[in-house]
């Protein structure tokens, strides 16, 4: 547990990240989560929410409306990538040999969450880890209508920086002293939520295996 908590220590160390790259390093992070296959393990939603939190308390010294402007770009360009990837690669993806950064059941995941939400599963999926980068590679796979893809990516990007990126800028804002104390709680509670509705799709395919196999 006490190296859980230094994990979270070092993902909530502002300085860290920003001395790694800081706003450019915020941007090509979210652009390769929406739309490189092997960018699923990024925190995309951590850092949205963490973007916007040190953009207002000054570590990170660049306007509000650039920040989400940019990152709102970098995500919509993402799914972009994605499509164009699933679109080339087509059917074959499913076959592609498994390694560390590439999984089938990810795919898999995706295809079954489009089924049952269509193209809004460009939208609501960004708010979900794995989904936001398979999604779009898989409406690539189907050949959805470029127009309404366009449509659900800018929408989906939209939706989600804002958000989060206003969620963390709100509370810096509100609360610049003692968010430094509650931070790490923050963000775990952040990762529970966004998880959650992964971990309870996980559960229920295996409750069905279970079922189908007796």
Not at 7 to 35: M, R
Request: hydrophobic share 50%.
């Amino acid at each position: 547990m006490e190296q859980i908590w230094d994990h979270l220590e070092n993902l909530t160390d502002a300085g860290s990240i920003i001395s790694k790259g800081g706003f450019f390093l915020l941007v090509i992070v979210i652009f390769a989560e929406t739309g490189l296959f092997f960018g699923f393990f990024l925190p995309g939603d951590y850092l949205l929410f963490l973007a916007g939190l040190l953009c207002a308390t000054g570590v990170l010294q660049i306007h509000i409306s650039v920040l989400v402007i940019s990152l709102i770009i970098a995500g919509i360009l993402g799914n972009y990538t994605g499509y164009w990837f699933g679109y080339r690669t087509g059917p074959v993806l499913f076959k592609r040999n498994e390694s560390i950064f590439f999984k089938k059941r990810y795919v898999t995941m995706a295809e079954e969450y489009y089924k049952k939400y269509g193209g809004m599963a460009l939208v609501l999926g960004r708010f979900l880890p794995i989904i936001r980068t398979f999604a779009p590679i898989f409406a690539g796979v189907v050949r959805l209508n470029i127009r309404k893809f366009s449509l659900y990516n800018v929408i989906g990007s939209v939706c989600w920086v804002t958000i989060l990126t206003l969620v963390g800028y709100y509370l810096g804002r509100k609360y610049p002293e003692e968010i430094k104390y509650y931070l790490k709680y923050v963000v775990l509670g952040l990762i529970v939520i966004t998880a959650l509705p992964l971990i309870i799709t996980f559960i229920k395919r295996r409750f069905v295996k279970a079922g189908v196999g007796k």
